[in-house]
């Protein structure tokens, strides 16, 4: 097995693994999203008056609509759909008159899911110098061959994995980095459970560390439940199918590049 991921399995299930990892990934819950002062003026005259059409716009102009609807984003995407479908309009209305205003405006102020927040968290957690060298932006980064984190959008970083180490996958990357004259590319995972959408994040890391011709090391920075010992799918995974690949917690990311 790979030693990085054999060192994972043994911090998670020897050391204080989840009092360490809370400095790479406080999920602490943002505040309330903040809702705009005049949209929801509007909302509040469209829901009185029983405006269908006026109370679905309003609400699609918020960050988060207040429903889970499969029919939503479609809406969302086209306006001008509102008004050629009246029924779906009525079916997903009544269920926000059902609601009432005060849950309406609960729902649409959540914050935003712990998921959504995992890249930037580990990102941040990078420009502590928690690696032992500040990331720096990419016109420094293509200037010197010294080691050097990369501190740069999704999509910048995207652009220099293409046109720099043959990078093809459609996957974004988390991480860029160069040590020893090596580069170095991965994605960043926080696995909360077992199932659903935490398998397809899971999936997603392994998909980019086995894209073909790329011109650089490539890891998967996975931390969470695969390192519980037992029968579940993402342990056995990496203790069998990819069992020699580059998967390892955060917190041995750093002995690895110093190894390298």
Same mark, same amino acid.
């Given at each position: 097995?790979?030693?990085?991921?054999?060192?994972?399995?043994?911090?998670?299930?020897?050391?204080? *693994?989840?009092?360490?990892?809370? @400095?790479? *990934?406080?999920? +602490?819950?943002?505040?309330?999203?903040? +809702?705009?002062?005049?949209?929801?003026?509007?909302?509040?005259?469209?829901?009185?008056?029983?405006?269908?059409?006026?109370?679905?716009?309003?609400?699609?102009?918020?960050?988060?609509?207040?429903?889970?609807?499969?029919?939503?984003?479609?809406?969302?995407?086209?306006?001008?759909? +509102?008004?050629?479908?009246?029924?779906?309009?009525?079916?997903?209305?009544?269920?926000?008159?059902?609601?009432?205003?005060?849950?309406?405006?609960?729902?649409?102020?959540?914050?935003?899911?712990?998921?959504?927040?995992?890249?930037?968290?580990?990102?941040?957690?990078?420009?502590?110098?928690?690696?032992?060298?500040?990331?720096?932006?990419?016109?420094?980064?293509?200037?010197?061959?010294?080691?050097?984190?990369?501190?740069?959008?999704?999509?910048?970083?995207?652009?220099?994995?293409?046109?720099?180490?043959?990078?093809? @996958?459609?996957?974004?990357?988390?991480?860029?980095?160069?040590? $020893?004259?090596? *580069?170095?590319?991965?994605?960043?995972?926080?696995?909360?459970?077992?199932?659903? @959408?935490?398998?397809?994040?899971?999936?997603?890391?392994?998909?980019?560390?086995?894209?073909?011709?790329?011109?650089? +090391?490539?890891?998967?920075?996975?931390?969470?439940?695969?390192? =519980?010992?037992?029968?579940? $799918?993402?342990?056995?995974?990496?203790?069998?199918?990819?069992?020699? @690949?580059? =998967?390892?917690?955060?917190?041995?990311?750093?002995?690895?590049?110093?190894?390298?």
């Amino acid at each position: 097995m790979n030693r990085w991921t054999e060192l994972s399995i043994e911090y998670a299930n020897q050391r204080s *693994y989840l009092d360490d990892l809370f @400095h790479v *990934y406080p999920t +602490i819950p943002e505040g309330i999203r903040d +809702i705009d002062k005049e949209i929801w003026a509007n909302v509040e005259k469209a829901f009185i008056r029983k405006d269908n059409d006026a109370l679905i716009k309003e609400l699609l102009r918020l960050d988060l609509f207040p429903i889970k609807d499969s029919y939503v984003a479609y809406l969302k995407r086209d306006p001008s759909a +509102i008004g050629r479908n009246p029924r779906t309009v009525n079916r997903i209305c009544g269920r926000l008159y059902e609601m009432g205003l005060d849950k309406i405006f609960e729902r649409s102020s959540e914050p935003k899911e712990t998921n959504r927040q995992i890249g930037p968290m580990f990102r941040e957690w990078l420009r502590k110098k928690s690696l032992g060298i500040t990331p720096i932006k990419l016109s420094q980064f293509i200037a010197s061959n010294d080691d050097a984190i990369l501190d740069a959008s999704d999509n910048a970083m995207m652009g220099f994995a293409r046109n720099n180490l043959g990078y093809q @996958h459609e996957k974004g990357l988390d991480f860029i980095a160069r040590f $020893k004259g090596k *580069y170095i590319i991965g994605e960043a995972k926080f696995l909360t459970d077992f199932g659903g @959408h935490q398998n397809a994040q899971f999936n997603d890391a392994i998909s980019t560390i086995e894209a073909k011709g790329v011109r650089a +090391i490539k890891i998967a920075i996975l931390d969470g439940v695969l390192y =519980i010992k037992g029968n579940n $799918k993402m342990y056995k995974s990496i203790t069998t199918t990819y069992k020699d @690949h580059n =998967i390892m917690s955060a917190l041995v990311l750093r002995e690895f590049l110093y190894n390298l």
